[in-house]
């Protein structure tokens, strides 16, 4: 059974571009979660998604970061016209339910220069 | 809001105890975890307190006590591959599948 998998493990987007990070729970896990992570920080809830549904957002930015989990295929974290400050770790994590706990999938570093 | 508070960096030797402290302030406290983090890696799950008392799962011990909105981690027998970040983590009651990180302690084991 793998586990969550995220990709790119790592991505670069210069300063206006888009940065579309992906998601693909583990097998059975309806329930995705995004965090992100700044250097030498914790991680900070973003987005808690369903299938085809938004769960909760309110850790998300206002502008420019948008979520979705469709019936078929990954969750995807999209962020447009990328800047400096957006550069951090994202994290996604799966859970069978919403009572179960996480498992987190190895993160997608964003660069942006 | 959620704050939690936990020191920066623990260094220990191999073998020795170490004991990871957190202190939390949050309104509607529902349960208090812990995860282990390697440089470059993905967040791992170690243990999970809601009631008071200490929890143990091998070498890895957490305490929590409500009253004192204090928790620790306790690892025992250090290895070298304990080298890691360490994060508290609360969760509410008005919504538990939401995480409240701490800032992380980094744990340097030498040898």
């Known amino acids: 059974n793998a586990g969550v998998m995220q990709n790119p493990r790592h991505l670069v987007r210069r300063r206006g571009q888009e940065a579309r990070l992906r998601c693909s729970p583990m097998k059975g896990h309806s329930h995705v979660y995004w965090y992100r992570q700044l250097p030498e920080e914790g991680l900070k809830f973003m987005v808690y998604?369903?299938?085809?549904?938004?769960?909760?957002e309110s850790g998300m930015p206002k502008e420019r970061f948008s979520a979705e989990f469709p019936k078929e295929g990954p969750s995807i974290l999209r962020i447009q016209q990328v800047v400096r400050g957006d550069s951090a770790a994202y994290f996604c994590a799966s859970s069978p339910d919403r009572d179960a706990g996480y498992t987190f999938g190895s993160g997608t570093r964003l660069t942006v220069v | 809001g959620q704050s939690l508070e936990q020191p920066s960096e623990v260094t220990a030797v191999e073998g020795a105890i170490v004991q990871i402290n957190c202190t939390y302030q949050t309104s509607g406290f529902y349960g208090l975890s812990w995860y282990q983090q390697h440089d470059g890696g993905a967040p791992t799950f170690l243990s999970y307190n809601a009631l008071d008392g200490l929890e143990e799962t091998g070498r890895f011990s957490s305490f929590l006590s409500r009253s004192d909105s204090y928790g620790y981690l306790l690892l025992q027998e250090l290895q070298m591959k304990d080298s890691a970040s360490y994060f508290c983590?609360?969760?509410?009651?008005?919504?538990?599948?939401?995480?409240?990180f701490g800032s992380g302690t980094k744990l340097n084991v030498k040898p």
């Open positions: 998604l369903q299938k085809e549904n938004i769960i909760d």
């Open positions: 983590a609360v969760t509410l009651r008005s919504n538990f599948n939401k995480f409240y």
